[in-house]
């Protein structure tokens, strides 16, 4: 209440002070000064409510005379409504005011969401997947609900439903903190059960603590298959080591601290508790920065959702139910839209992504540097402990600004929404993120700390020391709302990996997998092998003092062996002096001047190739005029990778683009500009490409990063193609990126084909067309007909005739020889009769999930070849009955009438052009056009109102009889 509301109509009322820990907040948490309070009595309509209190503050902070709280509202609605036999009349003058109206659909909807008496909602299983219980034994499991108080612990009542008769579930009192309650079930089958993600476990009533009595508490932890492990403790004992969750243990119970130093440890991790993260649903929420979507006068994009398998949809309701539920997203009404896609991760969960490379291409790009981390690293040489920092979700940990929250709005076959946090993807995520750590942990930054974007390091000479610079930076992240994963924490070691490197007391030093692709390299056993050595090694000979005298040895395997296939094989002899020079030049490439530390504060440089063999990739920057290596990568393709039919050149090199730049390098590039350099021209044009779903997919992973690819021909890329073609042996229990990537119905291999058919079967059918069996035999004869023949023959034959030197005969087999433009391998396609052409098609189609007629006629060409093989793909197509049934149905339009004119300026055509250059100040073009004259004028402007087309109108032309607008 206003004070001088107070003192204007209630003189006399005595104003009491609070007491000075008492604070009151507004509903953005920004704190109210207030004078005190008075204790004042209520009536409603003749319904007395006495003794309240309110609080009386100063008129400048206070918008209104009066604010009424929900419990003076609530206490209306019981003594006007639940206490009158007729619960649904209004008194009168109440019925009239909006405001209580309002205020009293609220008690309404709080009533129904507690149909019974302090019930708060269900209780569903907080584990994601199903939960497993052994037969004749019961655990304890953690349950969520999302009713009751936010932001506060409370005591609840858990009651079984009969929904949960297949397992037997406790009825159990417990306190509710963020969400989640422990529930004890129990299977008395002699049978394995399984609780689903969305069951029931039991209603959840909430119980006053006033009614719960009892010295001692549960102390509860989370173990193995989402059981939880229950102590009952003294609540004023204090927590003892033992009693310590499992990962906390794991970071304290080790052979390299004392016993004084593990109870530091112990001590350190109990006072820094709320800061840690409890379960995957607990992420911080800071207030410091809001991430901006700056797109200036871009109109929305708006695009299709990519269509989902139908076994993928149940996946992306629980992936959007659970961040709806975590507050990540909300239902949209935007008219911005981007289309998802769903990458498998190798744990074989998903991540949800959002193709943001439409809005990213508007977007103007945020230039807060990143730091230079080449000039802080020789400060870590003093330190002997090491810490790293794992922030939980910390992405989602920063709001999106609620002006720009419309921009990230994404579609999907279950509706459209929006982010609230900020979302993986935008390219001005990272400058964001970065933005909020400098200004959190500046204090401590290159004297005990380093921060690149969510990597921390923290570093100190001893013990303690560190444990003090801990201190400072968790209470840091708890004042910014900032929260961490214990799990994936690193605290007080010997030795870390901080973006790419090796840090211990003795200095800094590249990791070691990231020179592994050139230290591993096998000794070459073939004359192709020591080529493509050389060839990486000399593209870096500048480097390399005496590189001539080095590798005279391995040139000299080379003597006498020109480029061709024959030579390319040879075995070669190879002795202790080729192996000295051929370490020689391991080691130079794999250290200073051609291995140097990355400059973050320069562009990078990519090199990517991919061959029949492996990946292969060079990160390099140009330091001080001269190209240095960063970093190498390579690893061999998996068993899925070497399939012709899924992977293409094409896929091979986008497959090799993604690998390098979201895995191999990521820590370099994240935030980072640099170019990528690739000998597959298509790769070039990726954003204008015809992209599949895996690719698609893949794309999407790169659209957060701020890159540009480039052509370069094989000749010039032998630094790349050298790892590709030789690279370092991947573990077999190593799942591949193509077994991670979800590969889509229509991006699997056609089941249908030549395997359906013995050979015996395809010679027969061939032997029944007459056109075949006629070119089959001037094929054999190796002779070509005289053109009157030809001319005799059908059009199929000619068609045939024309790839007669492409044709061979296979076996009594007639097949089209085709060659693999980049590997210059050759395979070959069967002709296929016309009578099996369409058994060809449909086994294919249906196979690849009824694709679109490109994907289908890539999967038919894959193994086949027939005369006018596109347009009979295309009319086959065309009378699918599953394709057509669920093509779009073209909407109808309604004949256009055209305008008659009878003499100039009789009707001008008037329409606005928006330039979308954020640059310009003039953003917007009107176009008149005289529809009798068809003279047009273009005007630039800089606005799109009504005054602004009317000052021309006027002015620029005389007022013509008619305006004709689309608005």
Same mark, same amino acid.
């Given at each position: 209440?206003q004070?001088?509301?107070?003192?204007?109509?209630?003189?006399?009322?005595k104003t009491?002070?609070t007491?000075?820990?008492f604070?009151?907040?507004?509903a953005?948490g920004?704190?109210?000064?207030?004078t005190?309070?008075?204790?004042?009595?209520?009536?409603?309509?003749?319904i007395?409510?006495?003794?309240?209190g309110?609080?009386i503050v100063?008129?400048e902070?206070?918008?209104?005379?009066?604010?009424?709280?929900?419990?003076i509202?609530t206490?209306?609605?019981?003594a006007?409504?639940?206490?009158?036999?007729e619960a649904?009349?209004?008194?009168?003058?109440?019925?009239?005011?909006?405001?209580?109206?309002?205020?009293?659909?609220?008690c309404r909807r709080?009533?129904a969401?507690?149909?019974?008496?302090?019930?708060?909602?269900f209780?569903?299983?907080?584990r994601?997947g199903?939960?497993?219980v052994?037969?004749?034994?019961?655990?304890?499991v953690?349950?969520?609900?999302?009713?009751?108080?936010?932001?506060a612990?409370?005591?609840?009542?858990?009651?079984p439903t009969l929904?949960?008769s297949?397992?037997?579930?406790a009825?159990t009192?417990?306190i509710v903190?963020?969400?989640?309650i422990?529930?004890?079930?129990?299977?008395?089958?002699?049978?394995?059960?399984?609780?689903?993600?969305?069951?029931?476990?039991g209603?959840?009533?909430?119980?006053?603590?006033t009614?719960?009595?009892?010295?001692r508490?549960?102390?509860l932890?989370l173990?193995?298959?989402g059981a939880v492990?229950v102590?009952?403790?003294?609540?004023?004992?204090h927590?003892?080591?033992?009693?310590?969750?499992?990962e906390?243990?794991?970071l304290?119970d080790?052979?390299?601290?004392?016993?004084?130093?593990?109870?530091e440890l112990?001590?350190?991790?109990?006072k820094w508790e709320?800061?840690f993260?409890?379960h995957?649903?607990?992420?911080?929420?800071?207030?410091a920065?809001?991430?901006?979507?700056h797109t200036?006068?871009?109109?929305?994009i708006r695009?299709r959702?990519r269509?989902l398998?139908p076994?993928?949809?149940?996946?992306?309701?629980?992936?959007?139910?659970?961040?709806?539920e975590?507050?990540?997203?909300?239902?949209?009404?935007?008219?911005?839209?981007a289309?998802?896609v769903l990458?498998?991760k190798?744990d074989?969960?998903?991540?949800?992504?959002?193709?943001?490379?439409?809005?990213?291409?508007?977007?103007?790009?945020?230039a807060?540097?990143?730091?230079?981390?080449e000039?802080t690293?020789?400060s870590?040489?003093?330190?002997e402990?090491?810490?790293?920092l794992?922030?939980?979700?910390g992405?989602?940990?920063?709001?999106?600004d609620?002006?720009?929250r419309?921009?990230?709005a994404?579609?999907t076959?279950l509706g459209l929404f929006?982010?609230?946090?900020?979302p993986?993807g935008?390219?001005n995520a990272p400058?964001?993120?970065?933005?909020?750590?400098?200004? +959190?942990?500046s204090? %401590?930054?290159?004297?005990?700390l $380093?921060?690149?974007?969510? &990597?921390?390091?923290?570093y100190? =000479? #001893?013990?303690?020391?560190?444990?003090?610079?801990?201190?400072?930076v968790l209470?840091?992240l708890?004042?910014?709302?900032?929260?961490l994963r214990?799990n994936? +924490?690193?605290?007080? %070691?010997r030795?870390?990996?901080? $973006?790419?490197?090796?840090? &211990?007391?003795?200095?800094?030093? =590249? #990791?070691?997998?990231?020179i592994?692709?050139v230290?591993?390299?096998p000794?070459p056993?073939?004359?192709?092998?020591?080529?493509?050595?050389?060839g990486?090694?000399?593209?870096y000979?500048?480097?390399v003092a005496?590189?001539?005298?080095?590798a005279?040895?391995l040139n000299?395997?080379?003597?006498?062996?020109?480029?061709?296939?024959?030579t390319?094989?040879r075995?070669v002899?190879?002795?202790?002096?080729?192996?000295?020079?051929?370490?020689?030049?391991?080691?130079a490439l794999?250290q200073?001047?051609?291995?140097?530390?990355?400059?973050?504060?320069?562009?990078?440089?990519?090199?990517?190739d991919a061959?029949?063999?492996?990946?292969g990739?060079?990160?390099?920057?140009v330091?001080t005029?001269?190209?240095?290596v960063?970093?190498?990568?390579s690893r061999s393709?998996?068993?899925a990778?070497r399939?012709?039919?899924n992977?293409?050149?094409?896929?091979?090199?986008?497959?090799?683009?993604k690998?390098?730049?979201?895995?191999?390098f990521?820590?370099?590039?994240?935030?980072a500009?640099?170019?990528?350099y690739?000998?597959?021209?298509?790769?070039?044009h990726?954003?204008?490409?015809r992209l599949?779903a895996?690719e698609q997919r893949?794309v999407?992973q790169?659209?957060?990063?701020?890159?540009?690819i480039k052509?370069?021909p094989?000749?010039?890329?032998t630094n790349a193609?050298?790892?590709?073609r030789?690279?370092?042996?991947?573990?077999d229990d190593e799942p591949s990126?193509a077994?991670?990537?979800f590969?889509?119905?229509?991006?699997?291999a056609p089941?249908?084909g030549?395997?359906?058919?013995a050979?015996?079967?395809?010679k027969?059918?061939?032997?029944?067309?007459p056109?075949?069996q006629?070119v089959?035999?001037?094929?054999?004869?190796?002779?070509?007909p005289?053109?009157a023949e030809?001319?005799?023959?059908?059009r199929?034959a000619?068609?045939?005739?024309?790839?007669?030197?492409r044709l061979?005969?296979?076996?009594?087999l007639?097949?089209?020889?085709?060659?693999e433009?980049?590997?210059n391998?050759?395979?070959?396609q069967i002709?296929?009769?016309?009578s099996?052409q369409?058994?060809?098609?449909?086994?294919i189609?249906?196979?690849?999930?009824?694709?679109?007629?490109?994907?289908?006629l890539a999967?038919?060409?894959?193994?086949f070849?027939?005369?006018d093989?596109e347009?009979?793909v295309?009319?086959?197509h065309q009378?699918c009955v599953a394709?057509?049934?669920?093509r779009?149905?073209?909407?109808?339009?309604?004949p256009?009438?055209?305008?008659?004119?009878s003499?100039p300026?009789?009707?001008?055509?008037?329409?606005?052009?928006?330039?979308g250059?954020?640059?310009d100040?003039?953003?917007n073009i009107?176009?008149?056009t005289?529809l009798?004259?068809r003279?047009?004028?273009?005007?630039?402007t800089r606005?799109?109102t009504?005054?602004?087309?009317?000052?021309?109108?006027?002015?620029a032309?005389a007022?013509?009889?008619?305006?004709?607008?689309a608005q």
């Open positions: 209440m004070q001088s509301f107070l003192e204007k109509h209630f003189t006399g009322i009491e002070k007491p000075v820990f604070q009151l907040r507004a953005n920004l704190e109210i000064p207030y005190g309070y008075a204790v004042l009595d209520f009536e409603v309509e003749g007395s409510i006495p003794g309240r309110v609080i100063k008129d902070h206070c918008t209104h005379p009066l604010i009424v709280g929900m419990n509202v206490a209306c609605w019981k006007l409504f639940k206490s009158s036999a649904a009349s209004c008194p009168s003058p109440i019925k009239h005011q909006k405001a209580w109206r309002d205020a009293f659909a609220t709080i009533e969401t507690m149909a019974e008496d302090g019930l708060l909602g209780v569903r299983p907080a994601r199903h939960i497993r052994p037969p004749r034994s019961e655990m304890l953690w349950g969520r609900t999302w009713r009751g108080p936010r932001g612990d409370y005591c609840a009542l858990l009651d929904e949960t297949k397992v037997g579930v009825r009192l417990a903190r963020n969400g989640r422990p529930v004890r079930v129990c299977n008395p089958h002699p049978y394995s059960l399984s609780i689903g993600r969305y069951e029931k476990l209603k959840l009533y909430h119980i006053d603590e009614d719960v009595h009892g010295p508490g549960l102390s932890s173990e193995e298959d492990e102590t009952l403790v003294d609540a004023a004992v927590t003892e080591q033992s009693e310590l969750p499992q906390v243990r794991d304290t080790r052979p390299d601290l004392s016993e004084a130093q593990q109870e112990c001590a350190f991790l109990q709320k800061v993260a409890k995957d649903e607990d992420f911080g929420r800071t207030e920065v809001k991430h901006q979507i200036g006068g871009a109109a929305p695009e959702y269509p398998p076994l993928m949809y149940k996946e992306v309701k629980s992936l959007l139910s659970d961040m709806l975590r507050g990540v997203i909300r239902e949209s009404c935007s008219p911005w839209a289309p998802i990458v498998k190798k074989n969960s998903w991540r949800f992504c959002v193709d943001y490379r439409k809005l990213n291409a508007v977007t103007h790009k945020d807060f540097p990143l730091p230079r981390i000039e690293l020789t870590l040489n003093r330190a402990w090491f810490s790293t794992d922030l939980a979700s992405y989602w940990q920063v709001e999106m609620p002006q720009d419309e921009k990230t994404f579609t076959p929006e982010f609230e946090r900020m993986f935008l390219c400058a964001t993120f970065q933005r909020l750590m400098q200004q +959190c942990l204090g %401590q930054m290159a004297e005990s $380093l921060v690149y974007l969510d &990597d921390i390091i923290i100190s =000479p #001893d013990f303690s020391s560190h444990l003090q610079h801990l201190d400072g209470q840091r708890w004042q910014h709302g900032l929260k214990l994936k +924490c690193k605290l007080l %070691q030795e870390v990996k901080f $973006l790419g490197h090796v840090v &211990d007391q003795r200095g800094v030093r =590249p #990791d070691p997998d990231k592994s692709a230290r591993d390299w000794p056993s073939t004359v192709r092998q020591v080529r493509a050595f050389l990486l090694a000399g593209y000979r500048r480097f005496g590189f001539a005298k080095i005279r040895p000299a395997l080379l003597a006498g062996a020109p480029v061709n296939k024959g390319e094989t075995a002899r190879w002795s202790p002096e080729h192996q000295v020079a051929f370490d020689a030049l391991k080691t794999t200073a001047p051609v291995l140097a530390y990355a400059d973050y504060s320069l562009p990078f440089i990519l090199y990517t061959s029949n063999q492996g990946l990739a060079v990160l390099a920057q330091q005029g001269q190209e240095r960063i970093a190498y990568a393709l998996h068993p990778e399939n012709d039919a992977y293409s050149s094409f896929k091979l090199e986008l497959l090799a683009l690998w390098a730049v979201t895995e191999k990521k820590d370099y590039l994240t935030g500009t640099f170019s990528v690739t000998d597959n021209n298509p790769v070039a990726l954003q204008t490409a599949g895996t893949w999407a790169l659209a957060s990063f701020n890159y540009s052509y370069r094989g000749k010039s890329n193609d050298a790892l590709s030789f690279p370092v042996p991947t573990s990126d077994e991670a990537a590969l889509a119905a229509v991006e699997l089941d249908g030549s395997e359906d058919w050979d015996g079967e395809w027969l059918a061939q032997a029944n067309d056109d075949i006629v089959k035999g001037y094929v054999d004869r190796q002779v070509r005289p053109r030809r001319q005799a023959m059908s199929t000619q068609k045939l005739l024309q790839q007669q030197k061979v005969n296979k076996g009594n007639l097949c089209r020889r085709v060659i433009p980049r590997t391998e050759e395979h070959y002709v296929c009769p016309s099996r369409r058994e060809v098609w449909m086994k189609h249906e196979a690849a999930a009824h694709a679109g007629v490109d994907r289908t999967r038919v060409r894959q193994k070849y027939w005369p093989q347009g009979e295309r009319r086959y009378g394709c057509s049934l669920q779009e149905k073209v909407e109808s339009r309604a256009l009438n055209p305008v008659v004119v003499y300026l009789e009707v001008i055509g008037l329409d606005f052009l928006s330039l250059r954020p640059t100040v003039f953003q009107l176009v008149a005289d009798f004259t003279f047009a004028w273009a005007i630039p606005d799109q009504a005054q602004t087309t009317d000052l021309f109108t006027r002015f032309w007022i013509p009889t008619r305006d004709q607008t």
